[in-house]
């Protein structure tokens, strides 16, 4: 007796042991963590702070391009790219070094360069991204430079500043080459708190010896003020890069603007103002992750919240009123009467010989909903850590490689959920590794084939954003040695788990189904509706970001509508699988499917309609390929998770059905 107590104490004290550590790390982490971003950078007074340039962007053709495809000032020790993460590569950004060179707390005016007279392909190029609304994107210590602009009388923020300017009359071009930028920067104080994070720059950790070192001033802010100045080139040549010059001020009379002409040599020069503030570092972000229109996501939720208790009072009913109701009568009938009532019945009792027999095209159907599962995994469990805010948008790229990495790993699931349905449809374990193998290739492949396709179209227009040949070998390597290696043994480990057993035997003859007055996939298409009516304003947010180059990071409303979507998916599709068994229609198995999965149908449609009504400044058939590209890849995948979460609800409605009712 007191060496089984013994035995039982034991693991007890280790658990206990185990949730001290765990507690004292959490509080060690707590003090030195900073959440969201990078690892704080503290300088002292004239350090040398470099800019960097990434891709030049446009909301109008989508295209990214590399900085130094014009003919801008070249820094003293030539182009050296950043590294970049996957995501960064995936997303078509290339972070370079520039000239732009400040000095902590120093306010100067400073020359870069002047180039050599332009010819005519510089010109037509130059001309030609400033009239597609081109924007530089400027980065200092991992912050975006930030302008602002007057329109109708409101302020508006924008990431980044014009390649140049058109007037409304369109009669000529000119160049922004005069930058007057403002440094924001808070001074730190080191209070003894060792300071861990990761970010750009990988880890960064102040140690005891280095605190005094901690003290200093932190940039909180990057804003910029653009500028076209004409100047004579005869003059400016004279300078040397990073002379000083006189402070001027941006002239507003077109004939003192730098034109973009043949022949014409430009001048490069740019202003640096410090400035102190109050916002501390770990708020620096909350200027560029202010998100208008929180009272329209709430709408949102509400809405959602509306249509989720209309369903639910239906398959209340159905529940409460219908199916129990109707089993107590079954039941308590003898044999004779059950017999003799058996030919009298209508409704989803009489296919209860029928409802479990195998669907067509059950190898696709396995794999569909494995991959659902897979999508579904890697959607949620990316939301609740940046919701959470683990993925910051200082960590550029983050967000895309951490999706990435989850879906290859997830991959597991994928071959277990495939593989454990093809057993319980089958009743065998035969062709597990065929469908373990299917399951693997499947979303990958139809992903692999959109994304050579546009990357051929962005090769053909010299685009940043084509994916260069070595990250097509990294990708097929993470896929070929991480994802179906996983898959494979989820497949493995589906056919040695329980098999799922049916209720009732299924009849050798299938019962014939009676003619309807209406299509039945009339009903399944109109069912998407409902799941879309959740969806549809957080996915105007999403699309805004994505395409006008916004920032997106209320993860909490996407979470909250991300779990009201997949309540809504399950409730749609057990009452249309309740209502087609009523009918006695009894090929439920892709109903149940496509009718939570149809939503990707008026997903891929309002996509359409932003691309129409909201993205008119969308230029040229390149841009709108490139968009119904990706568009059409989000929907197969909307496709894909939702209508897992309609089948495996309505499986085991269907299960639970037929499991209450007494067979002979």
């Excluded at 590569?89 to 902590?104: A, C, E, H, T, V």
């Excluded at 004409?230 to 001027?248: F, G």
């Excluded at 043994?489 to 299924?506: N, S």
């Excluded at 996509?607 to 989000?634: E, T």
Aim: charged share 15%; aromatic share 14%.
């Amino acid at each position: 007796m007191e060496l089984a107590t013994m035995r039982m104490r034991k693991p007890l004290i280790w658990w206990i042991c185990l949730f001290f550590f765990v507690a004292f790390v959490q509080i060690q982490i707590t003090n030195a963590f900073y959440l969201p971003g990078s690892y704080m950078h503290t300088y002292s007074n004239g350090d040398p702070i470099y800019a960097k340039v990434n891709s030049l962007t446009s909301i109008e053709t989508e295209l990214p391009f590399s900085y130094y495809s014009l003919p801008y000032c070249q820094p003293l020790g030539g182009i050296k790219k950043s590294a970049e993460n996957l995501g960064e590569l995936l997303m078509g950004d290339q972070i370079d070094n520039s000239p732009y060179l400040f000095r902590m707390n120093v306010n100067q005016s400073i020359y870069l360069c002047t180039t050599t007279s332009l010819k005519e392909h510089e010109v037509k190029l130059l001309k030609q991204r400033t009239r597609d609304l081109y924007q530089v994107n400027m980065i200092l210590d991992n912050l975006p430079v930030m302008r602002f602009a007057n329109q109708n009388g409101i302020k508006i923020q924008w990431t980044g500043y014009p390649i140049g300017y058109t007037p409304p009359d369109g009669n000529a071009d000119y160049i922004i080459n005069h930058l007057k930028f403002t440094v924001l920067v808070h001074e730190y104080e080191g209070n003894g708190v060792e300071i861990i994070g990761t970010g750009e720059e990988g880890m960064g950790v102040i140690a005891e010896t280095d605190k005094n070192k901690a003290s200093g001033y932190e940039i909180v802010g990057f804003h910029v003020v653009p500028c076209s100045v004409k100047r004579d080139p005869q003059v400016m040549t004279k300078l040397h890069m990073y002379d000083n010059i006189s402070s001027i001020n941006c002239p507003s009379e077109l004939d003192k603007y730098q034109p973009i002409k043949e022949q014409e040599r430009i001048s490069f020069t740019y202003e640096v103002e410090f400035v102190k503030s109050d916002i501390r570092w770990p708020s620096r972000w909350d200027a560029y992750l202010k998100m208008e229109g929180a009272r329209v996501h709430w709408f949102s939720i509400l809405n959602s919240l509306m249509v989720i208790f209309f369903l639910a009072g239906i398959v209340f009913v159905i529940f409460l009123r219908t199916v129990r109701r109707d089993l107590a009568r079954y039941e308590e009938l003898d044999k004779e009467t059950q017999a003799q009532m058996n030919e009298e019945l209508s409704g989803w009792k009489l296919v209860v010989g029928d409802v479990f027999r195998e669907p067509c095209c059950s190898k696709l159907l396995c794999v569909m909903v494995g991959d659902g599962v897979q999508i579904l995994g890697m959607a949620g469990v990316t939301i609740i850590f940046a919701a959470l805010g683990f993925m910051s948008p200082a960590s550029r790229g983050m967000l895309l490689t951490g999706m990435i990495l989850l879906y290859l790993f997830l991959g597991i699931a994928s071959g277990y959920v495939s593989v454990r349905l093809w057993r319980t449809i089958k009743g065998t374990s035969e062709g597990w590794r065929s469908i373990s193998w299917f399951a693997a290739c499947f979303f990958p492949g139809i992903a692999f084939t959109i994304l050579t396709a546009l990357n051929f179209v962005l090769w053909g227009s010299n685009s940043t954003g084509a994916l260069p040949i070595s990250l097509y070998f990294e990708l097929f390597f993470l896929w070929f040695c991480i994802s179906v290696p996983l898959t494979l043994i989820g497949g493995f480990m589906g056919t040695k788990a329980e098999q799922i057993e049916y209720p009732v035997r299924t009849n050798q003859i299938p019962r014939e189904i009676p003619a309807r007055k209406y299509p039945s996939w009339l009903l399944v298409l109109g069912a998407g509706t409902l799941p879309f009516g959740t969806l549809f304003i957080e996915l105007f947010f999403i699309l805004s970001s994505i395409w006008l180059g916004r920032f997106y990071y209320v993860f909490g409303f996407l979470l909250v509508v991300l779990l009201l979507l997949t309540i809504v998916c399950a409730e749609v599709s057990v009452v249309l699988t309740y209502m087609h068994l009523c009918v006695e229609d009894w090929r439920w198995w892709w109903k149940a499917f496509y009718a939570s999965g149809s939503v990707a149908l008026y997903v891929f449609l309002y996509s359409i309609n932003y691309l129409v009504f909201d993205l008119q400044s969308l230029s040229g058939p390149v841009s709108a390929v490139l968009y119904l590209g990706y568009s059409l890849l989000m929907a197969i995948a909307i496709m894909l998770s939702t209508g897992t979460i309609g089948f495996l609800v309505s499986f085991y409605f269907v299960h639970y059905l037929f499991s209450s009712v007494k067979i002979d």
